[in-house]
């Protein structure tokens, strides 16, 4: 025991601390990582088709608040969320189901979700999902009607029907043919985990980015820089847009400025705001819609409604 206190002691402090740091929050993860993995693997056979039929009518409040919903139950990380808003625009969606789709889904995976509750808990992580849902919501209702009135151009794509399929029957039998012998159940989980590894990369390279700043940012400096004040607000609205990570990898920065830095609002800030302001969300939604001015507008609408609700976590 004395030679291992030993060695420990004449390595440098900031590696210690990583170290530490990082067996700290695989230590609180470890579960949530492997209910992410069961999870995977059952989304993985849930029809992309029926998620897309689910959305409903575009250019009504209904069928924004089922697109939302999509994104939030749609396990796929920022990056990928993006093929999926491509298809769903190139298949009819409006433009404000695009936008709700794209901002409610990110860091709102089950996967993800399910990680976030290990590291902040169910009272900040459930708070975390309906203000985000109520961002995405009312993103989506603000730009169908900038369409509606001309503003911005509207999905060519987009058709004109009441009728949308119905979902319950396609849920039944969705159910009734899945195999749950022993041998669906193992490659259920085998096929988790293989689509759990960028998700996992990404995790990986957020804990260690979390825990080097632990390791070479004194408390007292970091708690002053991202503490819960106005500036300490858009110093992480500056972070999140410069921090090019993926939504798997923001992750564990958010949730150590809510615990470190006891600035709730600053880690909502920086979940939402990564997603507002990364620029290849922007230049995908400019190739797809062929339109800088709908691209641009994404931030113009949805930062101001991050800075408002990270301002009023930061008060409670």
Known sequence: MGGRADLISELPAWLVIMTSSIYELINKMWWGLAMAVVFVGLLERVPRELVISALG??????GIARATAAGVLLDLCSHGILM???KLYERGASLGQLMAFLIASPWNSLSLTIILIT????????SFILFSMAIGIVTGFIFDRLVARGVLPANPNHTNTDSTPAITPQIMVLIKQADYSP????KLLWDGLKDSR?????LFFGIVLA?????????????????PT?????LTLLAATIIEVCSEGSTPIAADIITRAAAPGNGFTFLMAGVATDYTEVMVIRDTTRSWKIALFLPLITLPQVLVIGWFLNQV
């Open 57 to 62: 009518q575009g250019g009504t409040f209904k």
């Open 183 to 186: 041998n669906a159940i193992g």
């Open 211 to 227: 825990t080097a700043i632990r390791a070479f940012i004194p408390l007292d400096t970091y708690q002053a820089l991202f503490g």
């Open 198 to 202: 960028m998700v996992f990369r990404w």
């Open 230 to 234: 106005v500036a300490g607000l858009f």
């Open 119 to 126: 590291l902040i808990g169910w009272g900040w992580t459930l």
């Open 84 to 86: 999926v808003g491509t």
